[in-house]
């Protein structure tokens, strides 16, 4: 695990061997997630990067699929509300 430090404008240097592991690139955008005190950053990813990873994938037994037959439902019988039907 490697220290840093906060520079007096704010900045941290993340450790070259960090940014190696990451393939992180000058300029890449990261996103700051602060959760129960720590401090997170997230490279962001192109999305094009995403292409293709879920190739493959059985998509028959999805749980959205019912929620989404749940609220076609409720939205063709207001009457019965969306607790009802589901």
Known sequence: MATITISPKYQVVIPKEVREKLHL???Q???VVLKGGVVYL???KPLQSFRGFLKGMDTRDIR???RRDCFNVARKDP???FSTVC
Do not use: C, L, S, V
């Open 79 to 81: 009457q019965k509300g």
């Open 29 to 31: 955008k990261m996103t």
């Open 25 to 27: 690139k000058r300029g």
């Open 64 to 66: 959205e699929d019912e």
């Open 42 to 44: 997230i490279p962001e």
